[in-house]
């Protein structure tokens, strides 16, 4: 399923998470017009490998790429697909929370999400980079602050377009996400090269703890 859009309509216009949006494009256009050597220097530097974290967790420099990482993509469709998701379902969360929280929820939601990748894969070497752990977080804060929206949502091997409630489309994609996990530790790898756990956990985090940033009580 790819969602188009969603039925829930902001009040303001989304400052952060547009502008997480656009800091994200001009790291990923920086890094695919380095050399290739650069690039990879790049990646290896900023990305999030578990292992190199569990070689150093007295030091408090091995965890800053918990938070770099989440800036860096691999290729373009991992990109758009992250930052479409980003803007489907963050205006209306910072719509609810401010800019400013929205972006501290954000940053905690990812750093949670690559904690709990660390947790699960603690010998991986694998760089990992992406802001779906983050994105996980919004969608777990949504899926509780806006029961009553729809996602207007197309199946493309028909092809037709419907509307699913948004806590059953974002319950589907959390189940795929456990599923897969689940599978990943069966088998003992990253199914996909997809830290699963992450999604998990970063949804988990965004739904216990959006209340915390809601300015307005009535949508807590």
């Known amino acids: 399923m790819i ?11 989304p400052i952060a998470t547009l502008s997480i949006i656009i800091v994200n494009i001009i790291i990923f256009f920086n890094q695919i017009t380095l050399p290739s050597d650069q690039a990879l220097n790049m990646i290896l530097a900023y990305s999030f490998i578990p292992s190199r974290l569990l070689e150093g967790l007295s030091d408090p420099k091995s965890y ?4 770099t990482s989440m800036f860096l993509h ?7 697909s992250n930052m479409w998701s980003l803007w489907l379902f963050g205006d209306n969360v910072e719509d ?15 750093l949670i999400a690559g904690f709990a ?5 603690p010998f991986l070497n694998v760089p990992t980079v992406g802001a779906s752990g983050a994105i996980a977080g919004v969608m ?3 899926f509780l ?15 037709f377009i ?27 790898r990253t199914i996909g090269g997809v830290a699963w756990w992450a999604h998990i956990f970063g949804f988990i985090a965004g739904a216990v703890l959006y209340k915390k940033f809601v300015y307005n009580k009535k949508y807590r």
Do not use: C, E, K
């Open 3 to 13: 969602p188009l859009r969603d039925t829930a309509a902001s009040r303001r216009i």
């Open 64 to 67: 800053i790429p918990l938070f």
């Open 74 to 80: 691999g290729n373009f469709s991992h990109l758009v």
């Open 96 to 110: 609810r929370m401010g800019p400013i929280r929205f972006s501290i929820f954000y940053i905690l939601t990812g």
């Open 117 to 121: 990748h660390f947790i699960f894969n």
């Open 140 to 142: 777990g804060a949504y």
């Open 145 to 159: 602050m806006f029961p009553h929206s729809r996602i207007i949502t197309l199946i493309p091997f028909f092809p």
């Open 162 to 188: 419907i509307r699913v409630p948004a806590p059953i489309f974002l319950f589907i994609w959390f189940l795929t996400q456990l599923n897969s996990g689940i599978m990943s530790g069966i088998y003992g």
